[in-house]
């Protein structure tokens, strides 16, 4: 059975960091792309980051390229993401997801989220 | 980067009603590379239809998508009450980032 358990979010202020984990279970990690979306409060979608299979590839969205950075740890099956100079609109629930292949496009699986509260 | 732009906002039906959902790309989407999404308060997204139109694992014949080019639809046969959520689609028929619509609720009239 695929899981996947984000964790690492919390409340920040303006300007700080924070890093993102989604512990994965249940298939081959190395095999498939990793994505992370986010949904602000009361708000829809957004893609924020992807990572193919290997690790080779990372893609943002324009809103956090620059300040967050995706990479995945296969020895422990682990997406990261790490987060510099937020912002108040970066708050919001973080899905960690699974590609169907080894390529970014859409998720089969999610994880439950972890609510990131960037506030002063 | 392809908008999606989905309408209604918001659908208005009753259980054992046909949902008819769009979804429009500001510019065609190659080898209709789109995916439709249903989410409930509280829980993460569910992939129903991906390719367009091909069904996810699990989801039920009701849910069909068709479509290509610019303009899909997530058609709902006959609305059973755990259909009544949120409906996003997304494409991903280009470079990342794979942008989503706004997406579409469904409610219980």
């Known amino acids: 059975e695929v899981q996947l358990l984000e964790s690492g979010g919390g409340l920040v202020q303006p300007g700080g960091s924070l890093r993102l984990s989604c512990a994965a279970s249940g298939f081959t990690f190395s095999s498939y792309a990793m994505i992370w979306v986010r949904q602000a409060p009361g708000k829809g979608l957004e893609w924020v980051s992807g990572t193919s299979g290997n690790g080779d590839y990372r893609y943002y969205a324009d809103s956090v390229k620059g300040r967050f950075t995706i990479s995945r740890d296969k020895s422990k099956n682990t997406l990261y993401l790490q987060m510099n100079s937020l912002r108040a609109e970066d708050t919001a629930v973080y899905f960690c997801?699974?590609?169907?292949?080894?390529?970014?496009?859409?998720?089969?699986?999610w994880g439950q989220g972890t609510l990131v509260t960037v506030s002063s | 980067e392809i908008v999606l732009t989905q309408f209604p906002g918001t659908l208005s039906l009753s259980p054992g009603e046909r949902a008819t959902l769009s979804c429009r790309a500001s510019?065609?989407?190659?080898?209709?590379?789109l995916a439709w999404y249903q989410q409930k308060p509280g829980q993460a997204p569910r992939l129903l239809i991906y390719?367009?139109?091909s069904r996810a694992t699990g989801i039920p014949d009701r849910f069909t998508g068709s479509g290509s080019g610019t303009d899909f639809t997530l058609t709902i046969s006959r609305l059973e009450p755990e259909d009544f959520a949120v409906y996003y689609c997304q494409q991903y028929g280009s470079s990342p980032p794979y942008t989503f619509g706004q997406g579409t609720k469904l409610e219980i009239k």
């Open positions: 997801a699974k590609g169907d292949t080894g390529w970014p496009y859409y998720a089969d699986y």
């Open positions: 510019q065609s989407v190659s080898s209709s590379y």
């Open positions: 390719g367009a139109s």
